[in-house]
C-alpha cells in the first residue's frame, strides 16, 4: 500500500480509497488545514503594488467632467 507524508503534521498516512481523509492521516488534521484556507494564513507571495502615477492634466483617463 503506498504512503505519504500528511500535509499537516507529517505523519505517514495511507494514500488509497480507504483513507477517507486522504492525503491527511486523520480528520483532525483536515480540520486545521481547511481552519486554515478559511482563515487566509496559507498566502501566495506577491510583489508589492506600485501606485500609478495619474495622467497629466487634459489627458484622457481623467475623471473630470
Known amino acids: 500500500m503506498k504512503t505519504v ?3 499537516r503534521c507529517g505523519a ?3 494514500y488509497s ?3 477517507r481523509w486522504r492525503p491527511f492521516c486523520s480528520e ?3 480540520v486545521i488545514d481547511l481552519g486554515a484556507w ?3 494564513a496559507y498566502r501566495v507571495p506577491a510583489s508589492p ?3 500609478a502615477e495619474p ?3 487634459g489627458e484622457p483617463g481623467e475623471n473630470t467632467p
Open 5 to 7: 507524508s500528511c500535509p
Open 12 to 14: 505517514q498516512a495511507p
Open 17 to 19: 480509497p480507504e483513507n
Open 28 to 30: 483532525r488534521c483536515r
Open 38 to 40: 478559511a482563515s487566509e
Open 49 to 51: 503594488l506600485t501606485t
Open 55 to 57: 495622467p497629466p492634466d
